[in-house]
């Protein structure tokens, strides 16, 4: 194992080098390749999905896991859609972001460049390999690929697809490469090749994210992990409300950016509690209510209705499950956020303009919605193309990380024989 993965950093790290003086033309064609290959070879990938579907089943894996899993004719389309988006985006290789001329008449300017080798270790959900793969190569980056044991076979049909298209445009194949040691050791290998791995991503739950940040020994980023609050604030449009808070819990209720917390005001609750009551029985979705929600939703005998504990208000659910609570003021419904959240997506529903301001300058978060659903936090809807991830760090990048997450840059002195002399 060990001999294997210094391989695959060795060779990735050698093909970061002809990847990063790859032209941009070059790296669209392969990238609409890879868009065309995917539809082409659908058949081939659905095959492959469909045996991790049936080894996922048989362990009995939770719902929402098995939903991540799923590859199917819409989703490949929507993998592709992602893909040519990419490819539709400027380069963000060579852009010169300062220049100037200093005293001694050196010509100084600060250019984009790659960042070299990214790795990135996820869990089961097979449009990450393509979505990564995708912006690694549009940033003229060499990934290396760790995906969870669920989603083996489809993250192997689909990188096999990868390397073909990189292959016909005469290109490394070696610029992407998967490991397909199922082995959770192989991580801890993985942690420590920083002379190999520049940058290291991990998507996955809080064990893997805090593993990584306490373990790497190459830079890494932090995210992934959502606890997410959507506030509806005295002033809301209840019809809005109800309709956003739907769409964030509902719509896709395993993914990160999916709602887990609403926050009601005290004046708004009497009124919209039922409304949410209805709206989330008939979804299925069970409630998690503090003591003064139940109190004023009352005995309806409704199975879904559940007393909250504290540890309700810092979960991350990731099914159909959200804690309800009650609060006084946008004041104490900042300090909840900021005392609960894991500063991913959170959202106000409000009229009043000052409330808005006041809650986008107070929460910290890498994103902040006003009268949208959370669902939006992510790369593709921000025109990003897709995202390797959402940072909820404060360095190097924060929220949906696109191409220009994936640079660095590097200072271009350009003399005529100056020299210095202090």
């Known amino acids: 194992m060990e001999t294997n993965l210094i391989q695959i950093g060795k060779s990735s790290k050698n093909a970061s080098r002809k990847l990063a003086i790859a032209d941009a033309k070059t790296i669209d064609m392969v990238l609409k390749n890879i868009a ?36 199917d004719k819409d989703r490949i389309q929507k993998m592709c ?6 490819s539709r985006l400027p380069s963000p290789i060579g852009i010169e972001y300062e ?16 960042l070299g080798v990214i ?14 793969s995708a912006l690694c190569l549009k940033s003229n980056n060499s990934v290396i690929l760790r995906g969870g044991k669920e989603s083996i076979n489809s993250n192997i049909c689909l990188t096999n697809i990868i390397r073909d298209c990189l292959l016909t445009a005469g290109l490394p194949e070696q610029s992407v490469q998967l490991i397909t040691d199922t082995d959770r050791k192989v991580i801890d290998s993985l942690l420590k090749m920083d002379e190999y791995i520049d940058f290291l991503i991990p998507r996955g739950g809080s064990e893997l994210v805090n593993k990584v940040s306490a373990e790497s020994t190459m830079p890494t980023v932090v995210g992934g992990i959502g606890v997410c609050h959507t506030f509806v604030d005295k002033t809301a449009d209840l019809n809005m409300a109800q309709k956003i808070i739907l769409n ?6 395993s993914v990160c950016n999916a709602l887990d917390t609403v926050l009601i005001h005290s004046h708004a609750a009497p009124q919209f509690l039922p409304v949410l009551l ?3 029985t008939d979804k299925t979705v069970e409630m998690r209510c503090d003591t003064r929600a139940l109190s004023i939703i009352g005995n309806t005998g409704n199975q879904l209705i559940k007393k909250a504990n504290e540890t309700d208000f810092r979960t991350e659910f990731l099914s159909l499950t959200a804690a309800i609570k009650i609060v006084d003021s946008i004041e104490n419904a900042i300090e909840h956020i900021n005392d609960h959240g894991f500063g991913h997506s959170e959202a106000i529903i409000t009229e009043d303009d000052l409330s808005a301001r ?12 006003v009268n949208a659903s959370t669902r939006f936090n992510d790369g593709g809807e921000f025109g990003l193309g897709a995202e390797v991830a959402i940072s909820t760090g404060k360095t190097h990048a924060r929220g949906p990380m696109g191409l220009k997450s994936l640079t660095s840059y590097k200072w271009v002195a350009l003399g005529s024989g100056q020299i210095r002399t202090d």
């Open 278 to 280: 209805n709206a989330f």
């Open 358 to 369: 006041k809650f986008v300058n107070e929460i910290d978060a890498s994103a902040v919605f």
């Open 36 to 71: 065309d290959s995917m539809i082409d070879r659908s058949a081939e990938i659905i095959e492959a999905n469909r045996a991790d579907i049936n080894a996922a089943t048989k362990l009995n894996l939770d719902d929402h896991m098995i939903d991540r899993l799923v590859l």
């Open 248 to 253: 964030a819990k509902t719509q896709r209720p």
């Open 81 to 86: 859609d992602g893909v040519l988006s990419i």
């Open 119 to 132: 790795a990135v270790i996820y869990e089961s959900r097979p449009n990450v390999t393509v979505d990564i």
């Open 99 to 114: 220049s100037k001329v200093l005293q001694n008449g050196i010509e100084l300017s600060q250019i984009s460049v790659p």
